[in-house]
């Protein structure tokens, strides 16, 4: 059985920084895309970037470059998604979902983290 | 504002069909066979329901279907039930620098 399973809730300062993680398992970790999904609060999906764990090969939404960095470490199956200096506006849910190729669909998803950034 | 053109809202009653559009561009929805749509129910994970324009995953209901004319895809409820009440959003493929697109999302209540 697929299953990507996320870290749990984040509460956070603004300017603090942030790794939050995506456990997958039930599949082949290496031929897959794991992407990361922001939803705030009461708004609809927005695509961030997504990452090939067998080489790294990375590719970012516009909107999302330079903002945060996605990487995977395929010796654990695991896919990440860090700021390194959070704002208020980063208050979200953040999915992780896997896409067979980058012309494909998002067909597993993560349970989502939600991260809060208050001060 | 989202690259995507979805309506905000749609609604139809119990056993009523109804359509939710996806205005795209040439450079996705209308240049590719990458459309895919996603139902969220409040509070819970996107669940993928079509893909592929008009494809269903295994398990999903068949009073789903998924079109495309041009730019614009398409997807039809028929059958109408009170727990396809939920946020539909369509996602396609595009070939710019952004190569997945999101629409801005469509409320589906059923009266």
């Known amino acids: 059985e697929v299953q990507l399973v996320q870290s749990g809730a984040e509460v956070k300062k603004p300017g603090e920084s942030l790794k939050i993680s995506c456990k997958a398992s039930?599949?082949?970790?290496?031929?897959?895309?794991i992407g990361w999904v922001r939803q705030m609060p009461g708004k609809g999906l927005e695509w961030m970037g997504i990452?090939?764990?067998?080489?790294?090969?990375?590719r970012y939404s516009p909107s999302f470059q330079g903002q945060v960095t996605i990487s995977a470490d395929k010796s654990i199956s695991t896919a990440y998604l860090q700021w390194s200096s959070l704002k208020v506006s980063d208050t979200a849910v953040y999915y992780c979902?896997?896409?067979?190729?980058?012309?494909?669909?998002?067909?597993?998803w993560g349970q989502g983290t939600l991260v809060t950034v208050s001060s | 504002q989202s690259a995507l053109t979805q309506p905000a809202s749609v609604s139809g009653s119990p056993g009523q069909s109804i359509t939710i559009s996806c205005t795209g561009t040439?450079?996705?929805?209308?240049?590719?066979?990458?459309v895919s749509w996603y139902q969220q129910h409040p509070g819970k994970v996107p669940k993928l329901i079509i893909y592929d324009v008009s494809h269903r995953p295994s398990g999903v209901s068949n009073r789903f279907s998924g079109s495309k004319s041009g730019n614009t895809a398409s997807l039809t409820i028929s059958g109408l039930q009170a727990e396809d009440e939920a946020d539909y959003y369509c996602s396609s493929y595009s070939s710019t620098s952004t190569p997945v697109l999101f629409g801005g999302g469509t409320k589906l209540t059923v009266l």
């Open positions: 039930g599949y082949t970790f290496i031929t897959y895309w």
């Open positions: 979902v896997r896409r067979g190729s980058l012309r494909g669909r998002f067909d597993y």
């Open positions: 040439s450079s996705d929805v209308g240049g590719y066979n990458y």
């Open positions: 990452v090939y764990p067998d080489d790294s090969d990375t």
